[in-house]
C-alpha cells in the first residue's frame, strides 16, 4: 500500500524557515519513474503547486516561490524535505506532498499538514 | 504558466442529474496531460481522471472526461450524494497549475 505522511511545525513565526517532511512508503524514491511534489491550500482557496524532485534528484519549482523554496530527498529514509524561508500570514495553509509518477499525474496524496504563521 | 479557468464556480442539482464541468485553458495543454481530482470537505485531494480522460484506480464509471487543447470537461452522469465536493482541474506539465475549483452541491 502506497502511502505519503507529511510532517512538521503547526505554528511558525513571521519571517522564520519552515521546514516540512513528507515520509514515503509501498515505492522507493530510488524508482526511475517516482518523483514527489509539494502543493500548499489556503483555508477555503484553491490548490497550489510549489515543487517537485524526481529520483534522479531533478528539481522543479513553482516560478512565484522559487527565491523561497528547497526541496530535497534523502533516500534511505523514504523522506522528501521542503524548506520555505521568510514566512509570512499568507503562507498559512494546509502542505500536502503528493506522488507523481514521470508523465503522470499526482495519483497518491498524503494527508496535508497544516501550517499557521503568527506571531 | 498555463492559467487554468472553471466554470460553473457552483453547481447545484438534484441527485440523479447530470453535472457537467468546464475547465479552459490559457493555452494548449500538451500530451493531454490534464487531471480532475475530487476533494471533499476536511479530506486531501483525490485523483479522478488523467490524461484527459482515463478514470484513475476505482473510480466509479459515472465520471468520466473528455477534451483537448484547451477545452475540457468533467461529466458526473448521475449525481449522488457522495459526489458532494469540490472538483480541480490540473495541468501536470513541467510547471503544474491547478483550477480555481467547482463546488458542486445537492439540491
Known amino acids: 500500500q502506497v502511502t505519503l505522511k507529511e510532517s512538521g511545525p503547526v505554528l511558525v513565526k513571521p519571517t522564520e524557515t519552515l521546514t516540512l517532511t513528507c515520509t514515503v512508503s509501498g515505492f522507493s524514491l530510488s524508482n526511475a519513474r517516482m518523483g514527489v511534489s509539494w502543493i500548499r491550500q489556503p483555508p477555503g482557496k484553491a490548490l497550489e503547486w510549489l515543487a517537485h524532485i524526481f529520483s534522479n534528484d531533478e528539481k522543479s519549482y513553482s516560478t512565484s516561490l522559487k527565491s523561497r523554496l528547497t526541496i530535497s530527498k534523502d533516500t534511505s529514509k523514504s523522506q522528501v524535505v521542503l524548506t520555505m524561508t521568510n514566512m509570512d500570514p499568507v503562507d498559512t495553509a494546509t502542505y500536502y506532498c503528493a506522488r507523481k509518477p514521470r508523465a503522470d499525474a499526482f495519483d497518491i496524496w498524503g494527508q496535508g499538514s497544516m501550517v499557521t504563521v503568527s506571531s | 504558466e498555463i492559467v487554468l479557468t472553471q466554470s460553473p464556480g457552483t453547481l447545484s442539482l438534484s441527485p440523479g442529474e447530470r453535472a457537467t464541468l468546464s475547465c479552459r485553458a490559457s493555452?494548449?495543454?500538451?500530451?493531454?496531460?490534464l487531471a480532475w481530482y475530487q476533494q471533499k470537505p476536511g479530506q486531501a485531494p483525490r485523483l479522478l481522471i488523467y490524461g484527459a480522460s482515463s478514470r484513475a484506480t476505482g473510480i466509479p464509471d459515472r465520471f468520466s472526461g473528455s477534451g483537448s487543447g484547451t477545452d475540457f470537461t468533467l461529466t458526473i452522469s448521475r449525481l449522488e450524494p457522495e459526489d458532494v465536493a469540490v472538483y480541480y482541474c490540473q495541468q501536470y506539465g513541467s510547471s503544474p497549475t491547478f483550477g480555481q475549483g467547482t463546488k458542486v452541491e445537492i439540491k
Open positions: 493555452q494548449s495543454v500538451s500530451s493531454s496531460y
